[in-house]
């Protein structure tokens, strides 16, 4: 069973940065494509970012030019770095890995921008 794990939430300014990480239980260059979705109250879950294995990344147009996603083979981990952030940022940031056979989803972590 693949499992993801996501950290890096917390409190930021608006204007400020954060990265949040997804650690994978298996070798993520298998995986067939893996990605960030958030979820904000009362709203619902939107995709944020794609990777897949070759590196192609699809972005939501609302964080283009502010959110970049990345991973690191080696180490097994997907990253989300976001500049630039906003009020409507907001949400409860989550990994997704999929691949054959798998889907796979992390428990969340919140971020909030506020001052």
């Known amino acids: 069973q693949v499992q993801v794990v996501e950290s890096g939430g917390g409190l930021v300014q608006p204007g400020g940065s954060l990265r949040l990480s997804c650690a994978a239980s298996?070798?993520?260059?298998?995986?067939?494509?893996m990605g960030w979705y958030r979820q904000a109250p009362g709203k619902q879950r939107e995709l944020v970012a794609t990777?897949?294995?070759?590196?192609?990344?699809v972005y939501a147009d609302s964080v283009k030019g502010r959110f970049t996603i990345s991973k690191d083979n080696a180490k097994n981990t997907l990253y989300l770095q976001m500049v630039s952030m906003k009020p409507e940022d907001t949400a409860v940031y989550y990994c997704?890995?999929?691949?054959?056979?798998?889907?796979?989803w992390g428990q969340g972590t919140q971020v909030t921008v506020s001052s």
């Open positions: 298996g070798s993520i260059f298998s995986f067939i494509i």
């Open positions: 997704n890995a999929r691949g054959t056979g798998y889907n796979s």
């Open positions: 990777t897949d294995r070759y590196g192609i990344a």
